[in-house]
């Protein structure tokens, strides 16, 4: 039910922009999550945005002023806008949703809907 796209292949201080499409659920009612997994760590939690209060953003630190989360309502689709990419940021990226109407946070266990993920990789 959802689907992310757009990862690829990047040189340091590129940009990629990710998107997260939905079948089966509208979008402009969920909260909904970017998460990444890089080789050999865990699953972090790196942006969210709130299908209430305005679109509300929250990022963690490591991408804060770097990663844009966005709505494209008209298209049921969230966009990961990310710039100066390092190979730190190279993972595989999923999206997320909780369940309809629902507020999540930065917990892996608050989304219920996970979409398969797309592999972002910086490398010169």
């Known amino acids: 039910q959802l689907q992310a796209s757009g990862g690829g292949l990047v040189q340091p201080g590129g940009s990629l922009t990710l998107a997260c499409a939905a079948s089966?659920?509208?979008?402009?009612?969920?909260?909904i999550g970017w998460f990444r997994q890089a080789p050999g760590k865990e699953r972090e939690f790196i942006a969210s945005?709130?299908?209430?209060?305005?679109?509300?953003?929250y990022y963690t630190e490591s991408v804060k002023g770097r990663f844009t989360i966005s709505r494209d309502n008209a298209k049921n689709t969230v966009h990961l806008e990310m710039n100066s990419l390092n190979v730190e940021d190279t993972a595989i990226y999923h999206c997320?949703?909780?369940?309809?109407?629902?507020?999540?946070?930065?917990?892996?266990?608050?989304?219920?809907?996970w979409g398969q993920g797309t592999l972002v990789t910086v490398s010169s």
């Open positions: 945005i709130s299908w209430r209060s305005g679109d509300y953003t």
């Open positions: 089966g659920l509208n979008l402009n009612y969920y909260d």
């Open positions: 997320a949703a909780p369940e309809v109407g629902t507020i999540a946070g930065i917990q892996e266990w608050e989304y219920t809907y």
